[in-house]
Nanobody, 119 residues
């Protein structure tokens, strides 16, 4: 069983920054992709960013140039540096870990952390 624990959410003014972190355990479990999704009230969960075990990032257009994803492969942690935050970035942010095993792809999710952008 893989456990993902997020931290770093909070309240920030428009234009501000926040850094989210997600730690996976066990730390030696092979996770092919680690990433972030978000869900605003009344909306579906949407992809934000992900990074491969080799460090290749991928971003949604809505955050490209503002958010930076990074990964510590040894510790199995992933970070999301969020800059130039906008009101529309307000959502619950979920950490995602994707592992390819004998049964195919398996997704693991964190419990979510609230990010609120408000003036």
């Amino acid at each position: 069983q893989v456990l993902l624990v997020e931290s770093g959410g909070g309240l920030v003014h428009p234009g501000g920054s926040l850094r989210l972190s997600c730690a996976a355990s066990p730390t030696d479990f092979s996770i092919n992709y680690m990433g972030w999704y978000r869900q605003a009230p009344g909306q579906e969960r949407e992809f934000i960013a992900r990074i491969t075990s080799g460090g290749t990032p991928d971003y949604a257009d809505s955050v490209l140039g503002r958010f930076i994803i990074s990964r510590d492969g040894i510790q199995n942690t992933v970070h999301l540096q969020m800059n130039s935050l906008r009101l529309e970035d307000t959502a619950v942010y979920y950490c995602n870990g994707r592992h390819y095993g004998s049964s195919g792809w398996i997704d693991y999710w964190g419990q979510g952390t609230q990010v609120t952008v408000s003036s």
